[in-house]
């Protein structure tokens, strides 16, 4: 009995010890790595708020996001707002899910939720469009998703789709669709 104690300690001491700084990096570290890919504001536009998100919440939900708002001249109304995220265990957000679950998408759809899936800038992308009648201005949507799951959504607000599209040019997808957040 006193020999497999020994055995079983000696077994403990020769295991290798962790060091201290060997944990993996903080959600909210991981969340920063997305923020370098949100571009720079194109001439005339502004940013106006930006915050990243690390957490693994059963109440609040589990992301790993960084978002960035911007605005077009003086009109508070005239917005885009691109968030880079996935779930911190590698899953899309929930958006970026119905790209590939036409049975979800086509529930949503039906459900009254319009949206429609397409290739733009070679990444599979959800649209979508409506009015907001509180507001009274037109809302778009766009949601990527790159092939490790990371998604990039841009929200339009008030201003024509195509407003995006130099914010879209400026994100690398291809070095951000390698990343392992």
Not at 53 to 76: C, F, H, P
Not at 111 to 116: A, L, N, Q, T, Y
Not at 124 to 136: D, G, H, I, Y
Request: hydrophobic fraction near 40%.
């Amino acid at each position: 009995m006193r020999t497999a104690s020994c055995l079983a300690i000696g077994v403990l001491l020769a295991l290798p010890s962790v060091p201290a700084g060997a944990a993996g990096p903080t959600l909210k570290a991981r969340a920063e790595a997305l923020k370098p890919f949100l571009p720079s504001p194109p001439k005339g536009w502004s940013i106006v708020e930006e915050e990243t998100i690390g957490q693994d919440s059963a109440v609040a939900g589990s992301e790993l996001t960084t978002r960035r708002r911007y605005r077009k001249g003086s009109r508070a109304e005239e917005v885009v707002e691109i968030q880079i995220g996935v779930k911190p265990d590698g899953k899309p957000l929930w958006p970026a899910v119905l790209i590939d679950d036409p049975a979800k998408a086509a529930k949503q759809v039906l459900e009254g939720v319009p949206f429609s899936v397409t290739e733009v800038l070679g990444q599979k992308a959800l649209t979508r469009s409506t009015r907001n009648p509180m507001r009274n201005r037109a809302e778009h949507r766009v949601i990527h998703k790159l092939p490790n799951n990371v998604s990039v959504s841009y929200e339009i607000w008030t201003l024509p789709i195509a407003e995006a599209e130099q914010f879209r040019k400026a994100i690398d997808y291809k070095k951000l669709g390698a990343l392992k957040p």
